[in-house]
């Protein structure tokens, strides 16, 4: 049987980068940058206050405690003027453009207004509270790396910046087949059904990730009806193809047989892991790629967390997920040659340490603990001194 590892590295051998489009930023949250951007300008784009109070012109290095100055006029955030010719002192609002021949902020707290006067009641520093341009990003630096995902801290920064139009990577196209004729959406249960839950956790999942949907189908458990849904799926130029089920070695485990009849490469089926194993995936030649996972919820996380979304970053143009190395605080029950994925609890021991703390009672069909843990981790043979972590959702890997 294939280890993970070699499984993997099949799989990412035919998972291209995607082409890049130009995108406006209110609809780029969550995609990808195709390129570096270049700072078009400065931040701030001019000295500007950082505090209310009074701009005035230090004399020396210092304004000794009870100077006082001839306040000219008030100076708001968006006023262009430096014509303040017999000002000594400005009242200034936060933000707002430094007038020409000032230097210096004393913050209202510590002035005193008396008439057209103002007398500071501190030692104040030349060059106080003022914001000079380019102290945040200056004109032709690199703001933001490629392959950066847009984040909203990005969006704040290219706001500012003015940027209105990004390239992004295109978001792949991904449609979902659930498969299993004892599944029913929500709602009231006949004898022997269950709710769907592979469904919509791969909708959510996918949706993190950003990518486009182009169908969400659930199908009996008969191979024509998940041929059907396969057609469908290459029809609506799906990039990745995600099925849930009907892939191990019962009667109705029909997906190795349908995706052949319709042309697929089978490239692996059945890998060396702990939950997931009868995982299958294949590609159409020009087409999308197919990952098939094995019906039990847990192996669906398994199969998205370390199988998708590999997929997924590198359609992004990203390169390989780097997990942490972490200590295991008790063995798992491995058997040999198959490599483990569990859940757990990132925290530090008392040495300060990584440790985690393995979830109970987890089983493959059992969906609590999954709920309960914040990280994945990986084990082969017993191995707890040293064993590799991710975080639990695939969007929060850097
Ligand atoms: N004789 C063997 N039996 C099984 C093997 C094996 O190698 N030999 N492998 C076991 C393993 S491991 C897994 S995992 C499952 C995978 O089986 P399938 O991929 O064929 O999946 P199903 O049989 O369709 O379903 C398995 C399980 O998951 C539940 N399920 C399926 N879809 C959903 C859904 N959308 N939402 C919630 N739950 C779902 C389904 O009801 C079953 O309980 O096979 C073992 N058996
Ligand atoms: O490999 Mo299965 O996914 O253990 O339940």
């Given at each position: 049987m294939i280890s993970y590892p070699d499984a993997l590295a099949l799989l990412l051998g035919e998972a291209d980068a995607l082409e890049s489009e130009r995108v406006d930023i209110d609809a780029v949250s969550g995609r990808f940058l195709a390129s570096d951007i270049v700072s078009?300008?400065?931040?701030?784009g001019f000295d500007n206050a950082a505090m209310d109070g009074f701009a005035v012109r230090a004399p020396g290095e210092a304004i000794a405690a009870g100077s006082t100055y001839l306040v000219g006029a008030m100076h708001a955030a968006g006023d262009d003027t430096?014509?303040?010719?017999?000002?000594?002192a400005c009242e200034i609002a936060t933000g707002a453009r430094m007038p020409a021949r000032f230097d210096t902020v004393v913050p209202v707290e510590r002035a005193e207004r008396q008439g057209d006067r103002v007398r500071f009641v501190a030692d104040e520093r030349r060059g106080q509270n003022v914001r000079r341009a380019g102290s945040d990003i200056d004109a032709g630096t690199v703001a933001l790396t490629a392959m950066r995902r847009v984040d909203p801290a990005a969006i704040m920064l290219l706001a500012a910046l003015g940027i209105a139009q990004v390239d992004v990577v295109r978001r792949p196209r991904v449609a979902i087949i659930n498969t299993g004729s004892e599944l029913n959406p929500g709602g009231p249960l006949p004898l022997a059904g269950i709710h769907d839950s592979n469904g919509p956790f791969l909708a959510s999942s996918l949706a993190r990730w950003g990518v486009e949907a182009t169908g969400r189908t659930r199908v009996a458990d008969h191979g024509d009806a998940f041929y059907l849904a396969v057609r469908d799926a290459l029809a609506a130029h799906a990039d990745l193809i995600v099925t849930t089920g009907?892939?191990?070695?019962?009667?109705?485990?029909f997906v190795p047989a349908a995706l052949a009849s319709l042309g697929a490469r089978e490239?692996?089926?059945?890998?060396?892991?702990?939950?997931?194993?009868p995982l299958l995936a294949a590609c159409f030649d020009r087409g999308p790629l197919v990952v098939a996972l094995p019906g039990n919820p847990i192996a669906v996380a398994v199969g998205y967390r370390f199988f998708v979304a590999p997929v997924l970053r590198a359609m992004a143009g990203l390169a390989p997920e780097q997990p942490r190395r972490a200590r295991l605080d008790v063995a798992p029950s491995t058997r040999e040659g198959l490599q483990y994925f569990g859940l757990g609890e990132f925290a530090h021991d008392e040495g300060g340490h990584p440790i985690v703390r393995m979830t109970p009672?987890?089983?493959?069909?059992?969906?609590l603990p999954y709920t309960q843990a914040n990280v994945w981790w990986s084990a082969v043979e017993?191995?707890?001194d040293s064993v590799d972590t991710w975080p639990l959702d695939p969007t929060d890997a850097s």
């Open positions: 078009p300008h400065a931040l701030p430096d014509d303040y010719p017999d000002a000594e009907a892939v191990s070695a019962g009667r109705f485990d490239l692996f089926h059945k890998v060396a892991i702990r939950p997931g194993k009672a987890q089983a493959a069909y059992r969906i017993g191995r707890v």
